[in-house]
C-alpha cells in the first residue's frame, strides 16, 4: 500500500501515513487535536480543516458554506489522503503552540504484530500438523494382492519415507471404492503426531491429487467472543476469519455466572449446545467465506480459558468456582471433532489448548506458545486483558503465570457507556486543552454509542496528564467547561452530547468509570509487580512486553504507561498481538512444533495464587493511583508532568 | 465327577464312563455296536440291553415287556450309569466275535483341549488388557489443587507405579463428580497398551472398590454361528457363553452369497445391521447370564474370517470375491466399541483380530493366537473345518497358511441331509457287520433330522472300513439288507426311517453326500501337502495337530484318519481346540501379550494361494479317493484293510 506525508500546521507535525486513511486519524496519529465529537460521521461539523497543499477524495458536506469549500475547508473526519498533504488546523483560540507541542506527543501505536510465517519457513518450523501426500499405486495383481491397505502403507514407506503410520477406522472404509474408482491414483492425508514417540495417522483418502488444497480451522473460545478462522495449510495464510458473541452470553456475561448455570438440572448441556451453536456457525462462515470445500479441512484447534474449555467439552466446571478452585483436567487428548458436536468432516480431530489452572486457561497457554514467548530468551511480560486479566512471566526457561480479579473494564463492563470494540466505540480520542473540546475517533466512524478499553485508557490518560483529573481520579471541578458536570451524584465528561452520538442520551465518561479503570489497571500492574518479586526480579529485569487482549485496533502505548497499566518501559519493546488465544489456535495449525511442545511448556508454568500471596494487596492499594502512589516509578512521566506544573 | 467301569458282554470290552452317562453312549465310546437308529430318543426300541451286574437310571419303557423288564432289558439309549456295570448286548444272530474285534476299536476321541490359565499364570501370562486400580486420594487443599486428573495421575505415577498414561475424554468428563461423590476414593480402569512402546489408557473411573468386579467379552462372528463369552478377568474363568446363528444367514449361506448381498444398494448396510443384531442379542443374553453390571466389562475382542470382519466393521467386501482378491486391510485399530455398534459401554474398545488375507482371516489368526502354536517350537498343523477350511502349517519361527475351496460338507453343507452341530443331529455312528442296521447317537438324543460333521465322518469311514463303500465312495450293491437302495438315480443308505426320524422323510446318506464328503477331506488333506512340500516338509515332519471347527462334541481321529482328511499320525499327537476363533478372542482377552504379539504373528504367516500353486491340483486330484490313491501313505490302514480281505 503506497504511504503519503502530511504536514499539520501550525503544529509543524509531519506523519506518513497509508493511502485511503481519514486526515483525521492521520491527526491523532500525529499527535495532533481537531475537535470531533461525532466519531468521524461527519454530524458535528466541528472537525474543519484547510487543505493547504494536495488533494483529498471526499470531506465536502452542508456543513461546509460554497466559500469555505472553495478555500480549501474540507472535514477531516471524512477526507481520505490520496497524495502528500498540507493541512492546517483552524486555531479558534489563541493558543501557546509550547503547550501545545508539550501536550501531545505523536502517539506509539503497538500495532498488531504476529510471528512471522517466513520466520518459521526460515527455521524450518511450517510443519502444519496434517499433511497430505499423493500416491500412485500399481493396481492388485495375483502376484501382488496384498491387502489395499497394505498397498498405502508400502507405498508411504519406499516413496515418501513415513513411518510409524496407523490408520482410522473410517478411513478403511473409504479405501477400497476409493481406491478403484481413482484407479489407485489417491491424496492421502497424514496428521502428525503430537507426541516425539508418537504414530503418523492417516486419517483420510481422496481420489486423485488433492495436495494443493488442505486447511485448517482455528477457533478462539472467549467468554464474550468466539473467532474463527480457515487457515491454508499450504501457504499458511488466513483465508477467513469471523467472529460472533457467544451464544451462552445469555446465561450469563463472565465464567463465574456461566458456571452458575451449569450447576442447574440441564445447565451444562444448554450452556455446551450454545457455545457449539456459536461456533458451528462461526465455521460455517469462515468455511463458506474461504470458498473451500468443507471435506478439506484437516484439522482444528480450539483455545480458550478453564471455563469456556470445560464448557465446550461438556466437563461440570463447578468445582472451578469453589475453593480449593481444581480444574478438572489440565491437558485433554485429542478427540474427534464430530464427536464434540463440531460441525466438521469425520477425519477432523480436534485439538484443545491445555490449561494452567482454573482461572490461566487455554487461551493463555495458547498466546504464550503462538508468541513464542515460550522459546525465546528474553525475559517477556504477557498480559492477556479481555473479560478477565492474566500475566505470564518468564522465557524459555521458566515461566510464572497468575490471573487477576481486573474485572471486566478493558472490555467495557463495569463503564457506564462501556462497550465492547464493536462499531461505535470511541476508541482513539483527543481533547484541546483550551476549549476541553473532544476529538473522538469511532470505529467505523459512525456517531459515538460508548467507550471501548482503548479509548478508555486514552482519555484518563490524556485527561490526567492535561489535569483535567487528577491522580486519584477525579475531575478538576474547576475547569471552565459545560462538558464537565454533576449528574445524579458522580461527576462526569460528556464525549459526545445526544445530538451527535449513536444513542438516545449523551455519551460520558463518570468518576466510576475512572475508578473501575484505575481498580482493573492497579490489578494488572500489582499483579506484575507481585509475581516479579516472587522470582526476585523487578519491572528493570523486563526485555519486553506482548500485550494480547480485546481492545480495538489500536491502543496507544505511552497512555497504557500513563494510566499505570503498564511500567514504563522503552515502547519499541512492547508488541500488541490481539487475540492471542486465536494466535495460539493458528500457529498451532502452521507448526506442529507448538503441539509437541505445549506439554513441556504447561509443565514449565508455575501457577500463582495471587489471593494466596502475601504482598499482592499492598501491591494493589499502592496501584489504584494514577499512574501510582510511587510516581518515581514513572520517571519519564513525572518529568512530564513536573514541566507542565512549571509552565502553568 | 465320578467314574463308573462297565464291562460290555460278549465282547469283553471294558470302558470308564462319567456317571450319568447313557449306556448307548458308553456303548459307542467302546466300540460296541447297538442297534439304534432313532438317535436314542427310545422311539425304535432297538437298542435293548441286559444289565447283569449293577443298575442304571431308566432305561424303562412301554417298548419292553414286563418280562423283559423282570430279566433286566433295559434300552441302552434312555438308561443312565449310576454304578459300575456288567451289560450284555444281545446278539440277534451268530456273530464271529473275532470280526466283531476287528471291526471296530476303541475310539479315540479328541475332547476339546484348551490352552491351560494355571500354564499362564506360571509363565506370568496372565495379563488382562484392562486393569482396576484402587486410589484413595488426598481432597484438595489451598496448597494442593492440582486438576482433578493430575491428582489421579500423581497417586497411580507414586503408589503404582504407572507410567505412560493418557485418558479418554469420557473419563475427564466423569472425574469431577465421581471424585466428590465418592470422597476421593476411586478406581480406576487401565487399558494396556497393544503396542509394546504404547500408552496405559484410563478409560473408565468408578466410586469406591470396584477391583473385584472386571469383565472381558470375547466373540466369534462365524459366517454361520456367532459365539460369546463373558470372561471375568479376575479369576480366568468363564462365566458364560451363548452362541446363537448369525443372523446374516437369510441373505447367503456362505461368504459369497453374503459378499454378493453387500454389493447391492443398502446390502452393506443391512448385514452389518444383521451381523450386530446376532451379537448384540449374544451380549444381552452372557451378560444377563453372567449377572454382572454392563457398566463392568472393560474390553471386548472379536474374530471372525475377512468377509465376516470386514461386514462387521461395515468395509465394503465387494473385492474379497473377485480376482486377485484383495482385502480392504489386515490389521483394523481398535475402535470405541460403541462407535461399532456393540452393545457395550462406552469405555470399551474393541479389538478385532487381523487377517492375513481375503481367504485366512481373523478366525485363524485368532486360533493361531489362542491354541499357542505361534509361540511353539513344534511343528503344527492347525486345521480349522468350517464353512470354510483354512490350515496354518509352522511353529514359533515361520507360519505358512492357505484357505482351501473344501465347501462346507464338515458343517453339513452339500450333504442331502447334512446339517449343523445342533439338536437331532447324528453326530456318532456304528454299524452291525452282519444286520448292517445302524447304530445313530444323536445331539439331545433325540430322534434324527439329519446328519452333522463328526457323524458323516464317521459314518463314511466306519462303512469303508467294513466294505459297505469302496475306496471310489460307492455302496456294495450287492449287500443283502433293504437300507442300501437306489432312489431317484442316486444309490443311499437308510440312517433312520421316516417313522423313527425327526423329519418328515427318511434320513439318509447318499453316494453324492460321500462323495462331496471326498471333495472337502480332499480338499484339506491336498492343501497339507502342497504347503508342506512348499516349504519341504512332509507329513512325517509334523510333530502334533491341532483341529479347531464347528463339529460336534466327539470327533473319532481314527475315522478322520480313516476317511483321509488327517494324515496317520499318532492320535495323541492331535488335539481338538473346538472353535478356534472364539478360544484366541478369549485368550486375548486373559493375556495382553497376545495383543501385543498377534502383529508380529500375522507378519510372519505367509500366505498361499492353492489355486496357483501347481502341485496343489495334482494334489487333489490324488487325494479323491478314500483314503488316498496312494494307500502306502496310510500303512496302519492298509493293514487293517489287508487283515479283513484276507478273513473274507
Known amino acids: 500500500m503506497s504511504k503519503h506525508k502530511i504536514s499539520f500546521q501550525p503544529h509543524g507535525k509531519e506523519i506518513s501515513v497509508d493511502d485511503g486513511e481519514t486526515v483525521i486519524r492521520a491527526a491523532m496519529d500525529a499527535g495532533v487535536h481537531v475537535n470531533a465529537s461525532c466519531g468521524g460521521e461527519g454530524v458535528c461539523g466541528k472537525c474543519r480543516v484547510m487543505i493547504e497543499e494536495g488533494g483529498v477524495d471526499g470531506g465536502i458536506t452542508e456543513k461546509l458554506s460554497g466559500e469555505d469549500i472553495e478555500k480549501g475547508y474540507r472535514l477531516a473526519c471524512l477526507s481520505r489522503v490520496k497524495e502528500n498533504l498540507v493541512v492546517r488546523i483552524p486555531v479558534e483560540s489563541t493558543i501557546d ?41 500399481p493396481p492388485p495383481a495375483h502376484q501382488d494382492n496384498v491387502a489395499d491397505l497394505a498397498r498405502i502403507v508400502r507405498s508411504l514407506r519406499n516413496e515418501h519415507h513415513e513411518r ?116 458451528n ?28 474449555t470445560q464448557l465446550f467439552l461438556k466437563v461440570n466446571p463447578r468445582y472451578i468456582r469453589r475453593a480449593p478452585y481444581v480444574p478438572a483436567a489440565t491437558l485433554y487428548p485429542p478427540v474427534k471433532a464430530s464427536d464434540l458436536g463440531l460441525k466438521l468432516p469425520d477425519h477432523v480431530t480436534a485439538l484443545v489448548y491445555p490449561q494452567v489452572s482454573s482461572y490461566v486457561g487455554g487461551d493463555i497457554v495458547a498466546g504464550v506458545m503462538g508468541s513464542g514467548m515460550a522459546h525465546d530468551e528474553r525475559l517477556t511480560l504477557y498480559m492477556d486483558i479481555g473479560t478477565n486479566a492474566e500475566i505470564v512471566i518468564g522465557n524459555k526457561d521458566w515461566l510464572v503465570c497468575a490471573a487477576c480479579s481486573a474485572g471486566p473494564a478493558f472490555e467495557g463492563g463495569g463503564i457506564k457507556l462501556g462497550m465492547r470494540a464493536a462499531k461505535g466505540a470511541i476508541e482513539d480520542f483527543s481533547i484541546d486543552p483550551n476549549t476541553l473540546e473532544p476529538m473522538n475517533i469511532t470505529i467505523g466512524n459512525v456517531r459515538p454509542k460508548g467507550i471501548c478499553g482503548s479509548g478508555l485508557i486514552t482519555m484518563v490518560a490524556t485527561m490526567f496528564e492535561m489535569g483535567i483529573i487528577d491522580n486519584r481520579g477525579k475531575f478538576n471541578r474547576e475547569l471552565n467547561t459545560p462538558r464537565i458536570r454533576e449528574s445524579e451524584d458522580v461527576c462526569e465528561y460528556v464525549l459526545a452530547y445526544k445530538e451527535v452520538s449513536g444513542i438516545d442520551r449523551d455519551v460520558v465518561l463518570t468518576e466510576i468509570d475512572i475508578d473501575n479503570l484505575m481498580r482493573a489497571k492497579g490489578a494488572i500492574y500489582s499483579g506484575c509487580m507481585t509475581l516479579l518479586k516472587e522470582v526476585g526480579l523487578n519491572i528493570q529485569s523486563l526485555d519486553r512486553i506482548i500485550m494480547a487482549g480485546g481492545f480495538g485496533s489500536y491502543i496507544d502505548l505511552e497512555k497504557c504507561i500513563t494510566i499505570g497499566l503498564l511500567p514504563e518501559i522503552d515502547p519499541e519493546k512492547v508488541t500488541f498481538i490481539g487475540n492471542g488465544s486465536l494466535l495460539g489456535a493458528r500457529m498451532s495449525s502452521l507448526t506442529n512444533r507448538i503441539r509437541i511442545d505445549v ?50
Open 97 to 137: 503552540t509550547t503547550a501545545l507541542k508539550l501536550m501531545t506527543t505523536p502517539r506509539k501505536t503497538a500495532r498488531i504484530k504476529e510471528r512471522n510465517l517466513d520466520d518459521l519457513k526460515e527455521k524450518g518450523l511450517f510443519i502444519p500438523p496434517v499433511e497430505k501426500k499423493y500416491l500412485q499405486l
Open 164 to 279: 510409524r503410520l496407523e490408520f482410522d477406522m473410517s478411513i478403511i472404509r473409504k479405501i477400497p471404492d476409493t481406491l478403484r474408482e481413482a484407479e489407485f491414483k489417491v491424496t492421502v492425508n497424514i496428521a502428525r503426531p503430537v507426541r516425539a514417540e508418537g504414530k503418523n495417522r492417516i486419517i483420510n483418502i481422496e481420489p486423485g491429487d488433492t495436495t494443493a488444497r488442505n486447511y485448517a480451522v482455528a477457533i478462539d473460545i472467549g467468554t464474550t467472543t468466539i473467532w474463527g478462522q480457515v487457515i491454508d495449510l499450504i501457504d499458511g495464510k488466513v483465508l477467513a476469519q469471523q467472529g460472533d458473541f457467544n451464544s451462552q452470553l445469555s446465561y450469563g456475561e463472565d465464567v463465574i455466572s456461566r458456571i452458575v448455570y451449569a450447576e442447574k438440572l440441564g445447565g451444562l448441556e444448554k450452556l455446551n449446545e450454545k457455545v457449539l451453536e456459536t461456533i
Open 281 to 308: 456457525s462461526i465455521i460455517v462462515k469462515i468455511i463458506d467465506e474461504s470458498k473451500i470445500d468443507p471435506d478439506e479441512v484437516s484439522t482444528v484447534t480450539l483455545a480458550g480459558n478453564t471455563t469456556m
Open 599 to 648: 506439554g513441556d511448556t504447561l509443565s514449565r508454568m508455575t501457577n500463582f495464587e495471587l489471593s494466596e500471596t502475601g504482598s499482592y494487596m499492598d501491591n494493589y492499594i499502592a496501584a489504584l493511583f494514577l499512574p501510582h502512589t510511587d510516581i518515581n516509578l514513572f520517571p519519564n512521566l513525572k518529568a512530564r508532568l513536573e514541566a507542565r506544573q512549571k509552565k502553568n
